[in-house]
């Protein structure tokens, strides 16, 4: 393994945070990475929002059915994107999980919940007065880890094939 194997194969999604801020140091360069990702014909269609503001993060946490958690981060993150753009949802993503490995290589958690095609999508634009020429990808709720769960994960030999798939 290496060094970028290894952060990945580390990376799990927190749910719950200590009360520490991040340094604004982390947050910018995990930004930069964020905008660094690869992204369909070099079209870039991100904007990315940050939001600190205790209130403000109550209210995200409120609007996300699956964000209760986002109440008690440091950071979230907003990822949108250009609805027009033919591959938005997979810049988007890019971006975001770019995002998550940046936090991650700093010891911060995270954890990604769905923006696309939401019901909350519209209405985080509009409370973050964001154009209308954008949508909403995803959040990421970042902190320092209060408390650490590991999800079990399905072995690789049951995830893979090679040349042609091979039912068993």
């Known amino acids: ?28 360069d995990a930004l930069e990475c964020a905008s660094l990702a690869p992204t369909a014909r070099n ?12 209130q403000m993060l109550k209210t995200i946490a ?10 008690d981060c440091a950071a979230c993150f907003l990822v949108f994107c250009e609805k027009k753009e033919l591959y938005y949802l997979e810049d988007g993503c890019a971006a975001t999980e770019n995002l998550i490995l940046a936090l991650h290589a700093y010891g911060v958690s995270s954890c990604w919940v769905a923006g696309d095609k939401k019901e909350y999508a519209d ?3 509009k409370l973050l007065n964001v154009p209308e020429t954008y949508t909403l990808v995803s ?10 769960t590991i999800a079990p994960k399905k072995l690789l030999k049951k995830l893979v094939f090679f040349e042609q798939f091979k039912k068993e």
């Open 1 to 28: 393994m290496n060094v970028v194997t290894t952060l990945i194969k580390s990376r799990h999604s927190v749910r719950k945070y200590k009360p520490d801020p991040l340094d604004e140091r982390v947050i910018q």
């Open 43 to 54: 079209v870039q269609p991100w904007l990315f929002g940050v939001v600190r503001e205790k």
């Open 62 to 71: 409120g609007l996300a059915p699956n964000g209760a958690f986002i109440a």
């Open 123 to 125: 209405p985080f634009r």
């Open 139 to 148: 959040l990421v709720a970042a902190g320092m880890p209060a408390e650490i």
